[in-house]
């Protein structure tokens, strides 16, 4: 089964434009869930997809936005771009539903804004 | 709120030295616990899990029990080597369908041969 997949992996952008990251979750399953990396603040969680829905979402400013298509592929944007916003961003997948379940991860969008 | 405190790195340790790296959380519900390695380069791979208390995750060699009454989860491995090298993750959810994973700061660990 493929694994979670992420596009582009690497990405260049000046301060002020907008960016959209992509993410394919495994055959399956249906929550899609976005997470900043940065060597300062670590693993934060940005928000979570469900059938089409957003389901939770963290503390990140309205420059973060996302969506789900109904094949549960997620797309992530942010506007306005700052130098702070420089970062690997990780998506996971699971299935979803009741109960917990494992996530598993992409390997990463490294974002990199001058 | 929730949260995460995990061992403050980098870790080195020579081949085939027993690991241990601390981790304990809080949490207001009754949470499911995690932990996650990193390799240079590359996302996050689920390394155990445990879903309630006095479960024991195991994996690559690899433990960790799930400990209520002292609400830690240390990770653990007998006989550490090279390729363990990586930076390890633990990380909490709370169940009801809530798919938000609360991580710590990360611990970075080198093996030396």
């Known amino acids: 089964k493929a694994g979670v997949t992420q596009t582009p992996r690497y990405l260049i952008k000046t301060r002020g434009q907008q960016v959209t990251l992509s993410c394919s979750p495994i055959s399956g399953h249906r929550s899609v869930s976005w997470y900043q990396q940065t060597p300062g603040q670590g693993l934060q969680f940005l928000f979570e997809?469900?059938?089409?829905?957003?389901?939770n979402k963290g503390n990140f400013p309205g420059r973060f936005s996302g969506r789900q298509f109904s094949n549960s592929r997620s797309e992530m944007n942010v506007s306005t771009l700052e130098l702070g916003d420089s970062a690997l961003y990780l998506c996971?997948?699971?299935?979803?539903?009741?109960?917990?379940?494992?996530?598993?991860f992409g390997p990463g969008t490294r974002l990199t804004v001058t | 709120g929730d949260s995460v405190t995990q061992m403050e790195g980098p870790v080195t340790l020579s081949e085939e030295a027993f690991l241990t790296i601390n981790c304990t959380y809080t949490a207001t519900g009754y949470p499911s616990l995690f932990w996650y390695v990193q390799y240079p380069g590359e996302g996050l791979q689920l390394l155990l899990k445990a879903t309630k208390a006095d479960d024991k995750g195991s994996n690559k060699g690899f433990e960790a029990t799930y400990r209520k009454e002292t609400t830690s989860f240390h990770l653990e491995k007998g006989s550490v080597q090279v390729s363990d090298s990586a930076v390890y993750f633990c990380?909490?959810?709370?169940?009801?369908?809530?798919?938000?994973?609360?991580f710590g700061t990360g611990t970075r660990l080198t093996i030396i041969p």
């Open positions: 997809y469900f059938s089409e829905t957003q389901r």
């Open positions: 990380a909490l959810t709370l169940n009801f369908g809530n798919e938000k994973l609360t």
């Open positions: 996971a997948s699971s299935l979803g539903g009741q109960g917990t379940h494992e996530q598993y």
